[in-house]
Nanobody, 114 residues
Framework: QVQLVESGGGLVQPGGSLRLSCAAT????????MAWYRQTPGKQREWVAI???????NYADSTKGRFTISRDNAKNTVYLQMNSLNPDDTAVYYC????????WGQGTQVTVSS
């Protein structure tokens, strides 16, 4: 069973930065386009960043220029560097294959507040 384990969330002040990690087990992420998603209570999960197998990236308009997705295939890990955070970025962040093909992990909570 595929397991995706997200980590790195926390409480940060507006304007701050965080780096999220997503470690995958039982699969080799090099075979998949991967994405970061986020969800707030009462809202649908939304994608925030995508990285293809070849390393091309794409970002939601709300995160473009502030977030950077990357992957380390040797470590089987996907990262999300988040800068210039604002309260609207507060959410639980998840990673998954593009389209959400694997079982969702627990996610990691990011709270942006002064």
């Amino acid at each position: 069973q595929v397991q995706l384990v997200e980590s790195g969330g926390g409480l940060v002040q507006p304007g701050g930065s965080l780096r999220l990690s997503c470690a995958a087990t039982t699969i080799s992420i090099r075979l998949y386009a991967m994405a970061w998603y986020r969800q707030t209570p009462g809202k649908q999960r939304e994608w925030v960043a995508i990285i293809t197998k070849e390393g091309s990236t794409n970002y939601a308009d709300s995160t473009k220029g502030r977030f950077t997705i990357s992957r380390d295939n040797a470590k089987n890990t996907v990262y999300l560097q988040m800068n210039s955070l604002n309260p609207d970025d507060t959410a639980v962040y998840y990673c998954n294959a593009v389209g959400g093909g694997f079982e969702w992990g627990q996610g990691t909570q990011v709270t942006v507040s002064s």
